[in-house]
């Protein structure tokens, strides 16, 4: 197969082109091989003095937060707004449509957008149990068994993952670090004994004078680098110090709130509900979704 040499140009705005080098093509010899053909959004179906704004890539001009198009009554979600993306994005963006085409037929703001439902409940069940598995493996991921390519090459629709057997399974879901549940720190328990310091199988818990974020990240146990995760600092204690926790290594496992001898930590699960649409549509002129 004969491959042109290109490298990436990038215009004012970011987006990105791939441009030939001029340099002679490259022929890789192959057995076999299997093209991939991917998708494009097309709207030559939409007429264009309908007032609906298309962008360079012939993609619809949206509200990113609305999925609004500069025909207010026309609406996109999915891979028709902001390009290919996976099925859980398409849903979510369903979801946020649904909301602003509400607020639209009640003539309400589309940016005028309800909070998300959020809740922290704890999972203490006992002094060394939790209402969820705590216990860390430190196995790999377990790789998923595949059929055999000589027999799935001649058959397209054939499933190609055979899944894992039970033991298999119970395995890779032991790997999960059950980041849901949450660590809660309360202050005003804190008597600042250490002792979730010392058993902390990361370091990821320090007790230190408070400061800038970038000398705190790094007057921790285990210096904090990955400077786009938040820093966990709690308010501060009798001792004029703060407990300072880096998130990027935290293991979710409780062992700081099963050590604790005054409940100053507790792990509690985060529930989130994305927001819904509310009251049914009370305008006859309904919008339309694409």
């Not at 966990?232 to 880096?246: C, E, G, I």
Request: with cysteine; charged share 25%.
């Amino acid at each position: 197969m004969i491959f042109e040499k290109v490298h990436a140009v990038y215009d004012e705005n970011g987006r990105r082109s791939l441009v030939s080098t001029g340099e002679p093509d490259e022929f890789i010899e192959a057995d076999d091989v299997i093209i991939a053909i991917g998708q494009e959004n097309a709207f030559p179906w939409i007429e264009r003095d309908l007032g609906i704004e298309f962008g360079k890539w012939e993609i619809p001009v949206l509200d990113k937060v609305s999925f609004q198009s500069t025909n207010p009554k026309v609406f996109f979600g999915g891979d028709s707004a902001f390009g290919p993306k996976n099925v859980i994005t398409a849903v979510a963006h369903g979801h946020q449509a649904a909301i602003s085409i509400d607020l639209f037929c009640q003539g309400d703001s589309v940016h005028n957008r309800p909070a998300p439902f959020t809740n922290l409940v704890s999972q203490k069940m006992g002094i060394h149990e939790w209402a969820y598995d705590s216990f860390v493996t430190n196995d790999v991921r377990f790789q998923v068994p595949h059929a055999d390519k000589y027999v799935s090459l001649k058959d397209r629709k054939m499933e190609v993952e055979l899944g894992f057997d039970q033991p298999t399974g119970f395995k890779e879901a032991q790997r999960c670090l059950n980041c849901d549940v949450q660590t809660v720190f309360y202050t005003s328990r804190c008597i600042e004994c250490d002792a979730c310091v010392d058993i902390c199988p990361t370091s990821c818990i320090t007790f230190t004078d408070n400061g800038e974020e970038q000398e705190l990240r790094l007057k921790l146990s285990a210096p904090a680098l990955n400077v786009e995760q938040d820093l966990y600092v709690s308010d501060t204690l009798p001792t004029s110090r703060v407990m300072v926790k880096d998130e990027d290594v935290c293991l979710h496992c409780g062992l700081c709130a099963e050590r604790c001898p005054t409940a100053a930590w507790d792990m509690q699960q985060f529930l989130y509900s994305v927001t819904k649409a509310g009251n049914p549509c009370s305008i006859l002129q309904e919008p339309m979704t694409l």
